[in-house]
């Protein structure tokens, strides 16, 4: 009769350990799946952010450009906003092909990481001002890109009007900065 | 009847054995499922507060890190977008996180060990191209910005300065010497442009009798002549330090001692000093931390003007063989032919005939390009810059 209790009573108290250990597992179990969904909101959030801050980036090195004393137009030295110097952009394309020094490569590349920037003559009333050298038609800036098109998970492309000036002619062309970053 | 109650007692007294017995040993299992219980919520309870403890620990760092991160971000677009437009200046009200500037005068072309970071947090934007003057610490709910384009004289690119409001400056001149007080209103009037900077102009005189300490941080003392007399002032609390233009004839091309608070008194020989090239320049020395700062930063600038030269140079090259009758107007001095030296540069040790190489080099290519624009503007032909 006493081992029937005795056996009766461990077994009641293995039962209360596996209650505790069952209701500890699933415990675990609703912590995991809440983990797992919080980590699933946060990547959404992280790739929102991801998306905000490329967009910023591209923005920001749009603004770098235009504003780039080696290409903007000056008149006295005082610059004018949102106007390409045509000679001053062959200037700097020959600068940049030029194998001698390629530490002004180096620094532009530092400067606009994963980017491509071309500038694209639109509208052409008194004849090509930049003889184009891509496919699209545009003149290649820079090509600073370490992702391929194939890799790249996301590429922003940025079309910014500028003004072209030609000073041998002195006339002026529509165009565009046309950026495209990778990430 | 006798021998039956003796053995129901002997019954009763060995069923009261093995109830004792049972009892104690179910008071023993009892005690040791108690402390089995309380080691298990120990253990489990451990487990459980660790997690809590590591996932909060690691969400703090994230959250701190991001932060930092787009604090940093947001400066760097802050700071580009005023580099952008020059003469521009903002108070701009920050986050109260501790700002680190650093910049090393050991450059390369490839340019600059030089970052500004949040401290303590290992997060930092690497600058080694941008020409930033500012302390090496602010540590304020605002940060003033100011920009000012440096002319060579064809636009070579934009200075930004930084500093806080707890940053005050003081300009000294020496009341007898005319120049001295000449280039402190010039500078004097130019930081008025800047209504957030805390700045003042004082005669040496004026600078002993009415001085007053405020609650500022840290005070800038910018003497415009080769101050030699020891004075007392009242600062309160406030740190300082000196920096001297001591040129006797003091302009926008000249030369700059950084004096430290140790050091205030130790002038004389104004051995150390550096050069500086330009108003703009001039003004970079009064935001500079130290010596090494400004010399880092002249390096970035010195950087930028040899490319924006190679730039112009083959402007006038183009301009030169387009047709018309304008090609011989850019070969006057030589200007599309004009080679900088190859040693061109700041020096990381400034020597003193270090200053007479670059001025004259640099007004060589400044008279230069500004004699062949204005030839070309008489002309009515394209300008040089």
Not at chain 1, 147 to 156: D, K, L, N, R, S
Not at chain 2, 95 to 122: Q, V
Not at chain 2, 155 to 183: A, C, Q
Not at chain 2, 218 to 231: K, L, N, S
Request: aromatic share 14%.
């Amino acid at each position: 009769m006493q081992l029937t209790i005795n056996k009766f009573q461990r077994k009641k108290a293995q039962l209360k350990i596996g209650e505790s250990i069952l209701v500890l597992l699933i415990f675990f179990i609703l912590l995991t799946i809440g983990l797992i969904f919080y980590a699933k909101v946060q990547s959404h959030v992280s790739e929102k952010e991801m998306d905000q801050f490329n967009a910023k980036r591209t923005i920001d090195m749009a603004l770098a450009v235009k504003f780039l004393p080696e290409l903007q137009c000056t008149m006295q030295a005082t610059e004018e906003f949102d106007c390409i110097d045509a000679l001053k952009l062959r200037a700097f394309k020959e600068m940049m092909q030029n194998n001698e020094n390629p530490s002004y490569r180096r620094y532009f590349a530092r400067m606009f990481p994963n980017a491509k920037i071309s500038i694209k003559q639109s509208f052409v009333p008194m004849g090509v001002i930049l003889p184009p050298d891509l496919e699209e038609g545009g003149v290649l800036l820079f090509n600073n890109t370490y992702t391929g098109e194939a890799e790249a998970t996301g590429i922003q492309r940025l079309s910014l009007p500028v003004t072209i000036y030609d000073p041998i002619t002195d006339s002026n062309s529509f165009g565009f900065v046309v950026l495209d970053t990778y990430s | 009847m006798v021998v039956k109650h003796s053995i129901h007692r002997k019954k009763n007294f060995f069923s009261r054995n093995i109830l004792i017995n049972n009892l104690f040993s179910k008071n023993k299992k009892a005690i040791i499922e108690i402390q089995f219980n309380w080691i298990f919520i120990f253990i489990v309870g451990s487990v459980i507060l660790m997690f809590f403890i590591f996932v909060g620990k690691s969400y703090l760092e994230n959250s701190n890190l991001k932060l930092s991160g787009k604090v940093l971000y947001d400066l760097d677009s802050i700071m580009k977008g005023a580099t952008s437009s020059s003469k521009s200046a903002s108070n701009l009200p920050i986050p109260k996180l501790k700002l680190e500037f650093t910049c090393y005068p050991e450059c390369s072309t490839e340019g600059c060990d030089s970052s500004f970071a949040i401290s303590n947090t290992g997060v930092n934007k690497p600058t080694p191209h941008e020409v930033m003057f500012a302390p090496s610490n602010i540590d304020s709910d605002y940060l003033i910005t100011w920009t000012l384009d440096w002319k060579m004289p064809f636009r070579v690119g934009n200075f930004l300065y930084l500093t806080s409001p707890d940053n005050r400056y003081i300009f000294v001149y020496d009341d007898n010497l005319l120049e001295s007080k000449t280039m402190a209103e010039k500078l004097y009037n130019l930081f008025l442009d800047n209504e957030y900077i805390t700045v003042e102009l004082y005669s040496e005189s004026e600078l002993i009798e009415t001085f007053e300490s405020t609650n500022h941080e840290h005070i800038r003392f910018i003497f415009f002549y080769p101050y030699d007399t020891d004075f007392e002032l009242d600062i309160g609390k406030s740190n300082f330090d000196i920096i001297v233009f001591h040129d006797a004839n003091p302009s926008f091309n000249g030369n700059v001692l950084f004096l430290g608070a140790n050091e205030a008194s130790s002038q004389g020989d104004f051995e150390g000093s550096i050069g500086y090239f330009g108003k703009e320049a001039m003004v970079g020395a009064i935001f500079s931390e130290d010596r090494e700062f400004f010399i880092c930063n002249m390096h970035k600038a010195f950087n930028h003007l040899e490319r924006i030269f190679e730039i112009y140079k083959t402007r006038a090259i183009y301009l030169k063989t387009s047709p018309g009758s304008c090609s011989s107007i850019y070969i006057y001095d030589n200007f599309a032919q004009e080679e900088l030296p190859d040693d061109f540069g700041y020096p990381l040790y400034f020597k003193e005939e270090d200053f007479s190489i670059i001025e004259s080099t640099l007004k060589t290519m400044a008279s230069n390009a500004e004699k062949v624009n204005q030839n070309a503007i008489f002309n009515s032909c394209p300008r040089l810059y």
